[in-house]
């Protein structure tokens, strides 16, 4: 299915190479899970998947939220903005599918990864990492907690000739992260598992308890690995 959406687009319009590259790349690294989805979802979901995941990564940057409105633009044109967003929408709630399916995707490609590593004779690392996501200008969203807020501190960095800035922690509101990756000496990472979470609500979690979880995970999923981690985790 990702292929004949692949071979859609690049027929509907003269694509320049980069393009191109872009989408065989997409459509490279999507193909094992392109056979899971086509057992589960119907296949106008399973292009929306491909439509949306290309939108996703082509506009991802922190000045852009990625508006379910805006990206139903994307993938549908503005002329037909609504429709985008109902098909986005179908999408996230069909219960034919979950997050499960993407967990599963990764940890193959993983284990894959590994495979191929050791065959170089090279140590696979398992890199842990924490950041955060600041929704400054949010209130309603689901989930939400207080998280410290780095662009702020960057804002209120003493300038000579201005005022001296606040020097107490400033926190926003936002959800917090944690991913692990699987690198090697002279090798790009690639995601190996990442969660969001908060601290609030409904969904509260704690960070141990998220560590704890993804380590147990990638035990039974990988094998044991050698888990490099900054001084934060300790």
């Known amino acids: 299915m990702f292929k004949e959406r692949l071979q859609d687009k690049l ?4 694509a320049p190479k980069a393009s191109q590259f872009l ?18 979802l119907d296949k106008r979901l399973v ?14 940057h922190s000045k852009m ?12 044109g ?31 490609r993983t284990r894959q990864n590994v495979q191929a590593l050791q065959q170089q ?18 209130w309603f969203l689901q989930g939400l907690c207080s998280v410290y807020s780095s662009k702020g501190r960057r804002l209120t960095k003493v300038k000579r000739g201005f005022y001296r800035p ?7 509101p936002g959800f917090k992260w944690t991913a692990v990756m699987l690198s090697a000496l002279g090798s790009v990472p690639s995601v190996c598992q990442m969660s969001w979470w908060t601290t609030r609500g409904k969904f509260k979690e704690d960070g141990p308890s998220i560590i704890y979880r993804l380590l147990r995970a990638v035990k039974q999923e990988i094998g044991s690995l050698t888990h490099v981690l900054d ?3 300790a």
């Open 47 to 60: 292009r929306t998947f491909f439509d949306l995941f290309v939108s996703i990564l082509i506009f991802r």
């Open 166 to 172: 606040p020097v107490s922690r400033i926190c926003v």
């Open 121 to 138: 004779s090279k140590r696979p690392l398992m890199l842990w990492d924490d950041s955060r996501i600041e929704k400054p200008e949010s």
């Open 23 to 40: 989408l065989c790349q997409v459509a490279a690294y999507l193909s094992p899970l392109d056979q899971v989805l086509d057992r589960q």
């Open 78 to 108: 503005p002329a037909h903005a609504p429709a985008g967003t109902k098909r986005i929408s179908n999408l996230l709630r069909s219960k034919k599918w979950t997050a499960s399916v993407v967990d599963q995707f990764l940890f193959e």
């Open 65 to 76: 939220g990625l508006l379910l409105s805006e990206l139903g633009a994307y993938i549908c």
């Open 11 to 14: 027929n509907q319009e003269s």
């Open 231 to 233: 001084r934060g985790y």
